[in-house]
DNA sequence: TATTGTTATACTCTATAACTATA
DNA sequence: TATAGTTATAGAGTATAACAATA
């Protein structure tokens, strides 16, 4: 694929500062970004421990970790499953559905503010093209 | 500012996306993100450690370990300053600026990639975009 | 006294390997 | 025996506070 030059690394320079933007509206949350990311994933449904280990792109022991210590600020929920006792499904506490609605919101308000320096017309399009780049990606 | 209703998470995940290819061609040199930054930083120029902190968005103790870790791994080198015997410069070994023009072409190369379903037109749309959005962002 | 960088400490994240319980 | 999830262990990253050396 032939790419302008510098695009790859504008991408991971991209990436980096919408990371660290984002960590910033989760510390505000009293979040990490990974705790966020498996709150989001839950709190408006239940959800299997292998289905957030594929979500998340994390090996089982990550996960494993990532939920108690989610669990331990009583965000999520562990449950059981009647039919096969070895499973495991993932759910949100209130207070955990009240945090990750606050942190989605805040993310949809402000990341954006990223690039508010391009014209509307630019900014539109970027929009546009984030939105079709990651319609096949997923 | 008035987004699409969708688009700062939208930002989130093809971060997600980016960070998660970039750490996979990093594992490839044997690197940590981190270390490739860094890498990547000094492979062609010294640079001070208070510059680098506030480039990588790092605390300075959280530098000096990254500095520790990748100079264990003969990297980069710790140099001296003569005028001011409190500052540190920080250069690339001849096996560092090798390591790390390698990653950073490798980026250049495969990063983009990730976007080989968009059409040539929308391509070459988003890398002006993207090249846009950074340029008064630095 | 102020500044640069390091050390100490603690927590989170993530990987691999070994294990437990269930199927 | 195979699978789901956990525990054990280790290393990396990152934050805050305390410190040493230098200016």
Not at 41 to 53: A, N, T
Not at 78 to 86: A, I, S
Not at 103 to 113: M, S
């Amino acid at each position: 694929m032939t790419a302008s030059p510098g695009f790859g690394n504008h991408l991971v320079y991209l990436s980096t500062l919408i990371q660290r933007r984002f960590a910033q509206i989760c510390a505000e949350h009293d979040l990490t970004t990974a705790q966020a990311q498996l709150l989001c994933l839950v709190k408006d449904q239940p959800r299997g421990m292998s289905e957030l280990s594929q979500l998340l792109g994390l090996a089982k022991p990550g996960l494993s970790g990532l939920v108690d210590r989610t669990e331990r600020r009583g965000l999520v929920q562990r449950t059981g499953c009647e039919q096969d006792r070895r499973l495991c499904t993932l759910i949100s506490t209130p207070k955990g559905k009240q945090v990750g609605d606050a942190v989605y919101a805040e993310v949809a308000e402000h990341l954006p503010d990223l690039f508010e320096h391009l014209s509307p017309t630019d900014r539109h399009a970027f929009e546009q093209l984030v939105a079709a780049a990651l319609r096949e990606e997923r």
